[in-house]
């Protein structure tokens, strides 16, 4: 059974830097075609897709944020971890991690972390 | 950035209606397009995977077709259960693309 979950501070000043785990079992960042990758949703609003890290470290980004998102996995603690910098009010969303296959898109979400930008 | 537009953005319909969804694509996918489901308060779920395909587990009466640009999600009978929101995701192209919602109310 595959599982994720999202984590990391809930409530984040404008300017700072917001850095979200996500912890996951039940497959291998190792495996051929395997990805981890981020979705947020601001409140009330539709899902955006962030990035995306394969099993051979080949990662891609949303254009809108490039400048300011990275990704990394860890695949010694099953750890995929996304850094937003200069966060500002308009980044207050619930942030999601999900499983993901070479040609399949999303397959299994986390339960999602509400991350709030507020001074 | 390949655009989805989703169609309705909302709809009302009964318990035991047939409803459809349509997702167009702004450039060709093949058929690299899911739907999920989205209930409040939660994560989403995969119904449909290139774009005819069920999930394990979904019940039979979701279905989905198209290829290229046109797609649509049909329920055959509307349960209870089935009022939700409803997102398509293009994955053939970087970034991949969400469309914007349709909320399904009674």
């Known amino acids: 059974q595959i599982t994720l979950e999202e984590s990391g501070p809930t409530l984040v000043k404008p300017t700072q830097t917001l850095t979200l785990t996500c912890t996951f079992s039940?497959?291998?960042?190792?495996?051929?075609?395997?990805?981890v990758g981020w979705i947020r949703q601001p409140p009330r609003k539709a899902l955006e897709w962030l990035a995306l890290?394969?099993?051979?470290?080949?990662?891609h980004y949303s254009p809108s944020l490039k400048s300011r998102v990275t990704i990394a996995k860890d695949t010694s603690k099953n750890q995929v971890v996304l850094r937003v910098t200069n966060l500002d009010p308009v980044d207050t969303a619930t942030y999601y991690c999900?499983?993901?296959?070479?040609?399949?898109?999303?397959?299994?979400w986390g339960q999602g972390a509400l991350v709030s930008v507020s001074s | 950035d390949i655009q989805m537009t989703q169609s309705p953005s909302s709809l009302s319909a009964s318990v035991g209606d047939r409803v459809t969804i349509t997702c167009r694509a702004s450039?060709?996918?093949?058929?690299?397009l899911n739907w999920y489901q989205q209930k409040p308060g939660k994560a989403p779920k995969r119904l449909i995977y290139?774009?005819?395909s069920l999930q394990s587990g979904v019940p039979s009466r979701f279905s989905g077709t198209g290829y290229g640009t046109e797609f649509t999600l049909t329920i055959s009978s509307l349960q209870p259960e089935d009022f939700a929101t409803y997102y398509c995701?293009?994955?053939?192209?970087?970034?991949?693309?969400f469309g914007q919602g349709t909320k399904v109310e009674i």
């Open positions: 999900a499983h993901t296959i070479l040609r399949g898109g999303i397959e299994s």
């Open positions: 039940g497959f291998s960042l190792t495996t051929t075609g395997v990805g």
């Open positions: 890290i394969y099993w051979n470290d080949d990662k």
């Open positions: 450039q060709g996918i093949r058929n690299d």
């Open positions: 290139g774009a005819s």
């Open positions: 995701l293009q994955h053939k192209t970087y970034p991949w693309t």
